[in-house]
Protein backbone atom coordinates (compact mmCIF):
# COMPACT_ATOMS: atom_id res chain seq x y z
CA UNK A 1 0.00 0.00 0.00
CA UNK A 2 1.44 3.46 -0.88
CA UNK A 3 0.97 5.88 1.14
CA UNK A 4 0.76 9.50 -0.07
CA UNK A 5 3.33 12.44 1.66
CA UNK A 6 -0.04 14.32 2.78
CA UNK A 7 -1.57 11.52 5.06
CA UNK A 8 2.29 10.48 6.00
CA UNK A 9 2.64 14.23 7.37
CA UNK A 10 -0.85 13.91 9.20
CA UNK A 11 -0.43 11.11 10.95
CA UNK A 12 2.89 11.90 12.41
CA UNK A 13 1.10 15.34 13.25
CA UNK A 14 -1.58 13.05 15.36
CA UNK A 15 1.13 11.43 17.20
CA UNK A 16 3.10 14.10 17.95
CA UNK A 17 0.55 15.60 19.99
CA UNK A 18 -0.68 12.78 21.46
CA UNK A 19 3.21 12.08 22.59
CA UNK A 20 3.30 15.84 24.12
CA UNK A 21 0.41 16.02 25.60
CA UNK A 22 1.15 12.55 27.58
CA UNK A 23 4.39 14.10 28.61
CA UNK A 24 2.42 17.01 29.62
CA UNK A 25 0.03 14.88 32.17
CA UNK A 26 3.22 12.94 33.61
CA UNK A 27 4.83 16.35 34.20
CA UNK A 28 1.73 17.91 36.53
CA UNK A 29 1.34 14.52 38.32
CA UNK A 30 5.18 15.01 39.40
CA UNK A 31 4.35 18.73 40.67
CA UNK A 32 4.03 19.33 44.76
CA UNK A 33 0.11 20.41 45.16
CA UNK A 34 0.34 24.16 46.11
CA UNK A 35 -1.54 25.17 49.66
CA UNK A 36 -4.74 27.20 49.11
CA UNK A 37 -4.46 31.05 50.20
CA UNK A 38 -6.90 30.87 52.19
CA UNK A 39 -6.38 27.61 53.93
CA UNK A 40 -5.47 27.86 57.41
CA UNK A 41 -2.04 26.25 59.03
CA UNK A 42 -1.54 25.27 62.74
CA UNK A 43 1.33 26.08 64.16
CA UNK A 44 2.23 23.59 66.87
CA UNK A 45 4.51 24.73 70.05
CA UNK A 46 7.19 22.97 70.24
CA UNK A 47 7.27 20.88 73.40
CA UNK A 48 8.85 22.16 76.57
CA UNK A 49 10.36 20.47 79.43
CA UNK A 50 8.63 19.87 82.59
CA UNK A 51 9.80 21.70 85.86
CA UNK A 52 9.72 19.66 88.18
CA UNK A 53 8.27 20.92 91.56
CA UNK A 54 9.54 22.26 93.99
CA UNK A 55 9.74 20.77 97.40
CA UNK A 56 7.41 21.95 99.73
CA UNK A 57 9.28 23.27 103.26
CA UNK A 58 9.21 21.30 106.08
CA UNK A 59 8.21 22.98 109.23
CA UNK A 60 11.49 23.39 111.66
CA UNK A 61 10.67 22.38 115.53
CA UNK A 62 10.55 25.71 117.24
CA UNK A 63 14.08 26.00 119.69
CA UNK A 64 13.01 27.88 122.82
CA UNK A 65 16.22 31.13 122.61
CA UNK A 66 16.41 33.54 125.33
CA UNK A 67 15.07 36.28 124.54
CA UNK A 68 17.82 38.99 122.46
CA UNK A 69 19.09 41.88 124.51
CA UNK A 70 18.62 45.32 123.78
CA UNK A 71 19.98 47.68 126.25
CA UNK A 72 19.61 51.48 126.32
CA UNK A 73 22.09 53.91 127.37
CA UNK A 74 19.43 54.45 130.49
CA UNK A 75 18.99 51.01 131.04
CA UNK A 76 22.62 49.85 131.15
CA UNK A 77 22.99 52.67 134.12
CA UNK A 78 20.46 51.62 135.67
CA UNK A 79 21.11 47.49 135.86
CA UNK A 80 25.02 49.24 136.65
CA UNK A 81 23.56 51.03 139.99
CA UNK A 82 21.09 47.83 140.59
CA UNK A 83 24.46 45.41 140.71
CA UNK A 84 26.51 47.63 143.25
CA UNK A 85 23.19 47.89 145.68
CA UNK A 86 22.91 44.15 145.15
CA UNK A 87 26.67 44.01 146.11
CA UNK A 88 26.07 45.77 149.38
CA UNK A 89 23.93 43.13 150.19
CA UNK A 90 25.99 40.63 149.88
CA UNK A 91 24.53 39.61 146.58
CA UNK A 92 27.60 39.15 144.38
CA UNK A 93 26.35 36.46 142.20
CA UNK A 94 23.41 38.63 140.92
CA UNK A 95 24.21 40.06 137.63
CA UNK A 96 21.22 42.08 136.16
CA UNK A 97 23.09 43.28 133.18
CA UNK A 98 23.17 39.81 131.93
CA UNK A 99 19.50 39.68 131.68
CA UNK A 100 17.18 40.35 128.72
CA UNK A 101 15.56 43.96 130.97
CA UNK A 102 12.68 46.00 128.96
CA UNK A 103 11.13 48.93 129.91
CA UNK A 104 8.50 51.10 129.14
CA UNK A 105 7.71 53.23 132.46
CA UNK A 106 10.03 55.12 134.80
CA UNK A 107 9.56 55.78 138.56
CA UNK A 108 9.37 59.48 139.76
CA UNK A 109 12.95 59.74 140.32
CA UNK A 110 12.99 58.10 136.58
CA UNK A 111 14.25 54.60 137.50
CA UNK A 112 13.09 52.55 134.92
CA UNK A 113 10.46 49.96 135.95
CA UNK A 114 12.06 46.88 134.54
CA UNK A 115 10.81 43.57 133.51
CA UNK A 116 11.85 39.98 131.91
CA UNK A 117 9.50 38.28 129.07
CA UNK A 118 10.64 34.77 128.51
CA UNK A 119 8.55 32.58 126.12
CA UNK A 120 5.21 33.55 123.98
CA UNK A 121 2.51 31.33 125.10
CA UNK A 122 -1.15 32.36 125.52
CA UNK A 123 -2.28 29.54 127.35
CA UNK A 124 0.19 28.73 130.21
CA UNK A 125 1.15 32.74 131.35
CA UNK A 126 2.44 33.21 134.69
CA UNK A 127 3.23 37.00 136.18
CA UNK A 128 6.10 37.22 139.35
CA UNK A 129 6.42 40.60 141.40
CA UNK A 130 9.09 41.27 143.52
CA UNK A 131 10.23 44.50 145.99
CA UNK A 132 6.49 46.14 145.42
CA UNK A 133 7.76 47.49 149.18
CA UNK A 134 11.25 48.74 148.73
CA UNK A 135 12.37 47.39 152.14
CA UNK A 136 11.54 43.89 151.71
CA UNK A 137 15.02 43.41 150.63
CA UNK A 138 15.32 39.54 150.20
CA UNK A 139 12.01 39.60 147.85
CA UNK A 140 14.35 41.58 145.02
CA UNK A 141 17.27 39.13 145.04
CA UNK A 142 14.32 36.11 144.80
CA UNK A 143 13.22 37.93 141.55
CA UNK A 144 16.82 38.60 140.19
CA UNK A 145 17.91 34.84 141.10
CA UNK A 146 15.02 33.89 139.43
CA UNK A 147 15.33 35.88 136.25
CA UNK A 148 19.06 34.21 135.75
CA UNK A 149 18.52 30.83 136.76
CA UNK A 150 14.60 31.03 133.87
CA UNK A 151 17.89 32.62 131.03
CA UNK A 152 19.83 30.09 131.92
CA UNK A 153 17.45 27.08 131.36
CA UNK A 154 15.10 27.65 128.33
CA UNK A 155 13.39 24.41 128.67
CA UNK A 156 11.10 26.25 131.32
CA UNK A 157 9.54 28.32 129.39
CA UNK A 158 8.98 26.30 126.26
CA UNK A 159 4.87 25.93 125.70
CA UNK A 160 4.58 28.99 128.30
CA UNK A 161 5.54 32.48 129.07
CA UNK A 162 7.00 33.71 132.12
CA UNK A 163 7.41 37.21 133.24
CA UNK A 164 9.18 38.88 135.77
CA UNK A 165 9.48 42.41 137.10
CA UNK A 166 11.91 41.90 139.88
CA UNK A 167 12.00 45.59 141.31
CA UNK A 168 8.84 47.29 141.25
CA UNK A 169 9.52 50.14 143.83
CA UNK A 170 13.08 50.78 143.01
CA UNK A 171 12.76 54.20 144.51
CA UNK A 172 11.75 53.29 147.46
CA UNK A 173 14.41 50.23 147.48
CA UNK A 174 17.15 52.53 146.39
CA UNK A 175 16.44 54.81 149.32
CA UNK A 176 18.94 55.80 151.93
CA UNK A 177 17.07 54.10 154.44
CA UNK A 178 14.52 51.49 152.61
CA UNK A 179 11.02 52.39 152.58
CA UNK A 180 8.16 50.99 152.12
CA UNK A 181 6.15 53.44 149.80
CA UNK A 182 7.13 55.07 147.20
CA UNK A 183 8.93 58.38 145.86
CA UNK A 184 5.48 60.12 146.75
CA UNK A 185 4.80 57.74 150.14
CA UNK A 186 2.17 55.78 148.31
CA UNK A 187 1.82 51.85 149.32
CA UNK A 188 1.95 50.59 146.19
CA UNK A 189 0.11 47.45 147.35
CA UNK A 190 -2.77 49.93 148.34
CA UNK A 191 -3.15 52.02 145.16
CA UNK A 192 -4.54 49.83 142.38
CA UNK A 193 -8.25 50.42 141.32
CA UNK A 194 -10.41 48.29 143.41
CA UNK A 195 -14.21 49.02 143.37
CA UNK A 196 -13.83 49.55 147.34
CA UNK A 197 -11.31 51.90 147.08
CA UNK A 198 -13.02 54.85 147.61
CA UNK A 199 -14.94 54.01 150.48
CA UNK A 200 -12.42 51.90 152.68
CA UNK A 201 -8.70 53.03 151.80
CA UNK A 202 -6.39 54.81 153.94
CA UNK A 203 -6.42 58.17 152.20
CA UNK A 204 -5.31 60.35 155.37
CA UNK A 205 -1.50 60.88 154.83
CA UNK A 206 -1.19 63.47 156.97
CA UNK A 207 -2.03 61.96 160.00
CA UNK A 208 -0.28 61.25 163.44
CA UNK A 209 -0.33 57.32 162.95
CA UNK A 210 2.67 55.58 161.45
CA UNK A 211 0.27 53.24 160.23
CA UNK A 212 -1.25 55.31 157.80
CA UNK A 213 1.70 57.04 156.57
CA UNK A 214 2.79 53.52 155.46
CA UNK A 215 -0.26 52.65 153.96
CA UNK A 216 -1.48 55.49 152.45
CA UNK A 217 -3.21 54.57 149.32
CA UNK A 218 -3.09 57.89 147.63
CA UNK A 219 -5.63 60.61 146.67
CA UNK A 220 -6.70 58.41 143.95
CA UNK A 221 -6.51 54.95 143.05
CA UNK A 222 -3.74 53.92 139.98
CA UNK A 223 -1.98 57.62 140.12
CA UNK A 224 1.37 55.83 140.35
CA UNK A 225 3.41 55.00 137.61
CA UNK A 226 4.54 51.53 139.73
CA UNK A 227 1.19 50.65 139.56
CA UNK A 228 0.33 51.63 136.45
CA UNK A 229 3.04 49.51 135.47
CA UNK A 230 1.37 46.31 136.72
CA UNK A 231 -1.78 47.20 135.40
CA UNK A 232 -0.16 47.23 131.95
CA UNK A 233 1.95 44.02 132.58
CA UNK A 234 -1.53 42.32 133.59
CA UNK A 235 -3.68 43.89 130.31
CA UNK A 236 -0.55 42.70 127.93
CA UNK A 237 0.21 39.25 128.90
CA UNK A 238 -2.91 38.22 130.65
CA UNK A 239 -1.45 35.84 132.56
CA UNK A 240 -3.01 32.94 133.95
CA UNK A 241 -1.35 32.94 137.48
CA UNK A 242 0.79 35.65 139.42
CA UNK A 243 3.05 35.38 142.25
CA UNK A 244 4.17 38.39 144.71
CA UNK A 245 6.82 38.14 146.66
CA UNK A 246 6.69 39.65 149.80
CA UNK A 247 8.09 40.22 153.35
CA UNK A 248 8.40 39.36 156.84
CA UNK A 249 5.00 37.87 157.68
CA UNK A 250 5.66 33.85 156.62
CA UNK A 251 2.66 32.52 154.91
CA UNK A 252 1.20 31.68 151.55
CA UNK A 253 -1.86 33.30 150.73
CA UNK A 254 -3.82 32.97 147.67
CA UNK A 255 -6.94 35.15 146.25
CA UNK A 256 -8.59 33.80 142.71
CA UNK A 257 -11.82 32.17 142.11
CA UNK A 258 -14.36 30.60 144.43
CA UNK A 259 -15.15 27.89 142.45
CA UNK A 260 -11.45 26.70 142.43
CA UNK A 261 -10.36 27.62 145.54
CA UNK A 262 -10.81 24.06 147.26
CA UNK A 263 -8.11 22.40 144.19
CA UNK A 264 -5.87 25.60 144.62
CA UNK A 265 -5.57 25.04 148.34
CA UNK A 266 -5.29 21.61 148.19
CA UNK A 267 -2.35 22.21 145.84
CA UNK A 268 -0.96 25.30 148.22
CA UNK A 269 -1.43 22.33 151.11
CA UNK A 270 0.89 20.13 149.26
CA UNK A 271 3.72 23.27 148.51
CA UNK A 272 3.09 24.21 152.41
CA UNK A 273 4.25 20.97 153.49
CA UNK A 274 7.34 20.27 151.39
CA UNK A 275 8.42 24.14 151.97
CA UNK A 276 7.46 23.91 155.77
CA UNK A 277 5.83 27.54 155.06
CA UNK A 278 2.46 27.75 156.47
CA UNK A 279 -0.88 28.60 154.69
CA UNK A 280 -2.89 31.44 155.64
CA UNK A 281 -5.86 33.37 154.50
CA UNK A 282 -4.96 36.70 154.87
CA UNK A 283 -7.87 38.61 153.36
CA UNK A 284 -7.46 41.26 150.95
CA UNK A 285 -7.44 44.66 151.31
CA UNK A 286 -8.84 48.02 148.99
CA UNK A 287 -6.47 49.04 145.98
CA UNK A 288 -4.35 45.69 146.91
CA UNK A 289 -3.31 43.56 144.08
CA UNK A 290 -4.95 40.18 145.70
CA UNK A 291 -8.39 41.92 145.19
CA UNK A 292 -7.59 43.70 141.98
CA UNK A 293 -5.98 41.09 140.23
CA UNK A 294 -7.72 37.61 142.23
CA UNK A 295 -10.84 38.74 143.48
CA UNK A 296 -11.84 41.14 140.79
CA UNK A 297 -10.73 39.28 138.10
CA UNK A 298 -10.40 36.03 138.85
CA UNK A 299 -6.64 35.26 138.09
CA UNK A 300 -4.79 32.93 140.49
CA UNK A 301 -2.93 35.31 142.93
CA UNK A 302 -0.91 33.91 145.08
CA UNK A 303 1.28 35.71 147.81
CA UNK A 304 4.59 34.27 149.28
CA UNK A 305 5.36 36.13 152.29
CA UNK A 306 9.03 35.63 153.40
CA UNK A 307 9.71 34.73 157.05
CA UNK A 308 11.94 38.50 157.13
CA UNK A 309 13.26 41.08 155.66
CA UNK A 310 16.31 40.78 156.27
CA UNK A 311 18.90 40.92 152.90
CA UNK A 312 20.92 38.61 154.22
CA UNK A 313 18.67 35.67 154.47
CA UNK A 314 17.77 36.14 150.72
CA UNK A 315 19.77 33.27 149.86
CA UNK A 316 18.72 30.82 151.70
CA UNK A 317 15.32 31.74 150.74
CA UNK A 318 15.71 31.24 147.22
CA UNK A 319 17.22 28.12 148.25
CA UNK A 320 14.03 27.12 150.32
CA UNK A 321 11.03 27.99 147.79
CA UNK A 322 12.68 26.97 144.66
CA UNK A 323 11.02 24.16 144.16
CA UNK A 324 7.58 25.41 145.23
CA UNK A 325 8.24 28.29 142.41
CA UNK A 326 9.26 26.01 139.49
CA UNK A 327 5.70 24.32 140.59
CA UNK A 328 4.22 27.06 140.47
CA UNK A 329 5.25 28.01 136.79
CA UNK A 330 3.82 24.53 135.65
CA UNK A 331 0.51 24.88 137.13
CA UNK A 332 -1.77 24.18 135.03
CA UNK A 333 -4.77 26.55 135.58
CA UNK A 334 -7.86 25.75 133.58
CA UNK A 335 -9.56 29.19 132.08
CA UNK A 336 -13.08 30.03 132.48
CA UNK A 337 -15.02 29.89 129.19
Not at 204 to 220: D, E
Not at 290 to 295: E, I, T
Amino acid sequence: MHIFKKDFLGILSIVVLAAFVLALMAGCSMQTPSIKPDATVVSLPAPQPQQQEKPKPQPQQKIQQPPVMNVTKELKKYTEMLEKQCARYGWTDIKPGEIPWEYYRTTRKKRPLIFAHFGDSEKNCVLFLGGVHGDELPTVYLMLKLAHYIKDNPQIFKDKCIIIAPLVNPDGFFSKAPMRVNANGIDLNRNFPTRDWYNKSLKQKNSNSSKRKRYYSGRRPASEQETMFQIALIKRFNPQKILSVHSPLNFFDYDGRISDLDTFERWLEMISRESHHPLKKFGFYPGSLGNYAGNERNIFTLTLELPSSNAGKAKEYYNRFQASILKFINLSVVEDD
